[in-house]
């Protein structure tokens, strides 16, 4: 009985999990600007951080250790040269992947979801004139940024709003925008991305594999295999 219940328990914190939202947050006003990673309920701060000068010591002296060892390992190896690819073939690679990146782009933006939008302008010029021309334009400019997020994203809640004060010695902006996704519509757009890219990838190398040998065949005199 107890295994059908952890069976059961597992099942439902991996369901849980597969429903879980990741996300980021971003926003900038005159102070600077700031990122945060969304995992789950919880937020983390990407930027600015907060460096603990003891920790970024230990880090260092780590980095250097490690360095210091793989030049005591490799000192007495001679050092072996590896074949540059071409540009051709990084070309040629692109190119294959290219359906499998433009498919996993489009699952992407419509996964993605919009969950918070603010976006708050005052213009400010010294001259009236052309701060209310500009203020005109800059609202046509916004209101073509909306009609794009909303056509191609999912947008839940929005804030937009556009002053005009002729006080302000320049404009001032304040912009801060939340977007998420489930784990399960990440690992849907993921996973057959990394399958046709390792796919890709071995015929690839198994072309280039074959065009090698059929090189050296030929520089040796011999013909290839069928000819």
Known sequence: MIPWILLA???A?????????????AGYD?????????LGPKWISLYPRKKD?????QKREKKQRKAEKKAQKNRDKPPKEKPKPTLGGALDLALDLLPAVRAAAGKFRRALQIDHLTLELTWSEPDPADAAIHYGRAWGVIEALLAFVEAN??????????????QLEKPRLYVRAALSLTVAQLLGIGLPLGVAALKTLWNHR?????AAAASAAQQKGEPSNGK
């Open 206 to 210: 198994k072309e280039t594999k074959a």
């Open 30 to 38: 005159q102070s600077g600007g700031w990122v945060k990673l969304r």
């Open 153 to 166: 994203f999912v947008l839940k809640d929005r804030q937009v709003a556009l002053y005009l004060d002729y």
């Open 13 to 25: 914190l991996v369901l849980l999990a597969m429903f879980l939202r990741l996300g980021v947050a």
């Open 53 to 57: 000068p003891d920790k970024e010591a």
């Open 9 to 11: 328990v597992l099942a």
